[in-house]
């Protein structure tokens, strides 16, 4: 009978629910964490966008723009126009928390720049988890519920891809973040007190990646057990 047990399905409870929790639990860390490091002003009055700029030139990278962008921590690189785009919580905010962020985005610009093997692979596979998220559960619901096994493997088989890219996500995430706090270390841009400030604000979002891998695992177990009961 698997996971399933007086017609109740327990594979969620025992795989998905621990997950969403956790993955919960990431989100208020984040949130909380960067809250309260917005309230510490740095030192130098170094502001986010002038933080990405620190960490670029310093990585001897000149071809990044700086963007502000609309929203609260919609910060993101984007290789296809190599350019930084930070929030307005961000971009003017001469915050440790600020800095943080901006100083990671930096990160994944650098990486881009140098050809981050991790960052190559996780670009080359977006078309394809982008197709496989979007057939994977129309597929698996179809199987399921006419009983053809074969279609819900193929549902599984693409779902696998957002599983890989979760994965993959891992190494360019916590590579950025390391590269950021060494900067900031290396050319003294925080006092030692305010890079433990940063430093926890980027802690709190690599474990919303773990959490997104977490939750993807958990899914794709409870698939095939699913699969393997039809």
Do not use: C
């Amino acid at each position: 009978m698997g996971f399933m047990y007086m017609g109740f399905d327990l594979s969620f409870f025992v795989l998905v629910l621990p997950a969403l929790l956790f993955t919960l639990w990431a989100q208020f860390r984040v949130k909380g964490n960067f809250e309260k490091y917005s309230k510490e002003r740095t030192t130098n009055g170094l502001t986010g966008a002038q933080a990405a700029a620190e960490v670029l030139r310093h990585a001897g990278v000149t071809n990044v723009r700086i963007e502000r962008i609309a929203g609260h921590l919609t910060d993101h690189f984007d290789p296809r126009g190599n350019v930084i785009r930070l929030s307005e919580s961000v971009y003017d905010a001469p915050t440790v928390a600020a800095v943080g962020v901006a100083a990671h985005e930096a990160g994944h610009a650098i990486q881009y720049a140098f050809g981050y093997s991790p960052m190559k692979v996780r670009a080359a596979i977006i078309p394809v988890t982008n197709i496989g998220s979007r057939l994977a559960m129309p597929l698996l619901l179809a199987g399921f519920f006419l009983q053809l096994v074969g279609l819900m493997y193929i549902g599984i088989a693409l779902f696998s891809f957002a599983v890989l890219f979760q994965l993959i996500t891992l190494p360019v995430e916590f590579n950025a973040s390391n590269r950021a706090v060494a900067a900031l270390d290396n050319y003294s841009m925080l006092t030692p007190q305010e890079l433990k400030g940063s430093k926890k604000v980027l802690t709190a979002a690599a474990l919303t990646y773990v959490a997104a891998l977490a939750m993807s695992l958990a899914q794709l177990i409870r698939f095939i057990s699913m699969a393997r009961r039809r």
